[in-house]
């Protein structure tokens, strides 16, 4: 039996944790190559419940996993080497930050002890991307114990929670490996190696009261407007109140809703054109809306009323009657 290795044990303590995301439910691994990332994107490229793909260009990567994070909902894995490249994350990062999208950043380091020397490839990367993770860890060097296995499902799964719970959003886990990385396949004792179960937050229910004084504001009012922003997820329930109601809908780009026979095709054409008036009620789903129309007409409306489920600023006038 060839002796364990610091890339042996590195490589087990990698496939247990990428095993308990996929256990709960990751499917796709985008990575950018580089060596200090190796026992990493071993565990992803064997573990064959992932679907891994490689893009040579770091902030490629992240894009394409945010895209595919949003589109299905589910967290998607980015993963990088040490250095650079992880700063190259930060552009997605926020934008997966901001637009509450599940992704699981994960990015290869040095060891503690080769921090602040010089060393090739070595940037401060233990909370790199600020305030914009949902949740961030600079996880320990991988190491032989008795409960090895289990603190890396727990890692895991942590993560995991983070990333798709409430409100949705990016991790980051910050992986110090220490060479020689490859594995030679000697298999290190870890102890026991079973996948856990976890529970996501539940999203907050809306105050009763205030669905009760949306209903009867919708009831009393004629002219009124529905306009969604961006949302995490495509939300048929919004364009069914506009069309309950007989409101005109606005869906931005990035509200997931902009489809045939939904939303107005050329909204922002009617609103430029300022042919709507000043309407006396209007209904933001999401944040603030991009386009200077849309902001004019909230700026004009009688009632200004916000519903965002995910926590994220989205009165930017400070003049909703009600805020959720």
């Known amino acids: 039996m060839s002796e364990?290795?610091?890339?042996?044990v590195s490589y087990a303590c990698m496939r247990a944790?990428?095993?308990q995301l996929a256990h709960h439910g990751v499917r796709l691994a985008c990575i950018a190559p580089g060596s200090r990332s190796a026992p990493l994107v071993i565990a992803l490229a064997r573990h064959g419940g992932i679907d891994v793909r490689v893009h040579l260009d770091e902030r490629a990567a992240a894009f394409y996993a945010l895209g595919r994070a949003k589109a299905t909902g589910e967290p998607a894995i980015v993963a990088c080497t040490s250095g650079t490249a992880a700063a190259n994350f930060l552009p997605a990062v926020v934008e997966a930050s901001q637009g509450c999208v599940p992704l699981i950043v994960l990015t290869a380091d040095r060891p503690p002890e080769l921090r602040g020397t010089g060393a090739n490839q070595t940037i401060v990367q233990p909370d790199l991307y600020g305030v914009y993770p949902r949740w961030a860890v600079d996880a320990p060097v991988p190491a032989v114990s008795e409960g090895a296995a289990r603190a890396w499902r727990e890692l895991a799964a942590r993560a995991f929670t983070a990333a798709a719970g409430w409100p949705a959003g990016p991790v980051h886990v910050n992986l110090p490996f220490r060479e020689p990385l490859v594995p030679t396949g000697a298999a290190p004792d870890l102890g026991s190696d079973a996948a856990m179960s976890v529970e996501l937050p539940r999203v907050p229910d809306p105050d009763p009261s205030d669905v009760a004084w949306l209903a009867d504001e919708v009831a009393r009012t004629e002219r009124g407007v529905v306009i969604?922003?961006?949302?995490?997820h495509a939300a048929p329930s919004v364009s069914a109140l506009a069309r309950a109601a007989g409101y005109p809908f606005f869906a931005e780009p990035m509200s997931g809703l902009r489809t045939p026979g939904g939303a107005l095709a050329a909204g922002q054409a009617v609103l430029s054109a300022a042919q709507l008036g000043q309407?006396?009620?209007?209904?933001q789903f999401g944040p603030p809306p991009l386009s200077r129309a849309s902001q004019a007409l909230i700026a004009a409306a009688r009632t200004f009323v916000v519903a965002e489920p995910h926590g994220r600023p989205a009165d930017a006038w400070g003049t909703a009657a009600r805020r959720r």
């Open 279 to 283: 309407p006396d009620l209007v209904v």
């Open 4 to 8: 364990v290795t610091e890339g042996d």
């Open 17 to 19: 944790f990428v095993d």
């Open 228 to 232: 969604a922003t961006t949302l995490p």
